[in-house]
């Protein structure tokens, strides 16, 4: 089990940049693949990126690839998500999870961060 808390969030304006940070307690960080999730207003929690134990692959969602690149220091327990060219539909709040064995599936009852608020302005 990993505690995540989730950082660096903020308004920015479309077109700009924000990069969250994850982290992560405990010594055996290095271990987990790691994902970021949203959630906007009256919607679904959303896939958005994740990244496997190693840092050697990711896989994005369709709308943010291109845009959003996730990477992790292992060093550091950190998780990060860097966004460029934001958008206004990209405003949600995002959280950090925590799964062993697969970067497809982070259990609802798993280990998930508080989440950090990201809004975008048009």
């Known amino acids: 089990q990993v505690q995540l808390v989730e950082s660096g969030g903020g308004l920015v304006q479309a077109g700009g940049s924000l990069r969250l940070s994850c982290a992560a307690s405990g010594r055996t960080f290095s271990s987990y693949d790691m994902g970021w999730f949203r959630q906007a207003p009256g919607k679904e929690r959303e896939f958005v990126a994740a990244i496997n134990w190693s840092g050697g692959s990711t896989r994005y969602a369709a709308s943010v690839k291109g845009r959003f690149t996730i990477s992790r220091d292992n060093a550091k327990n950190t998780v990060y998500l860097q966004m460029n060219s934001l958008k206004p539909e990209d405003t949600a709040v995002y959280y950090c999870?925590?799964?062993?064995?697969?970067?497809?599936?982070?259990?609802?009852?798993?280990?998930w961060g508080q989440g950090t608020q990201v809004t975008v302005s048009s």
């Open positions: 999870a925590a799964a062993q064995g697969s970067t497809y599936y982070f259990p609802p009852s798993g280990d």
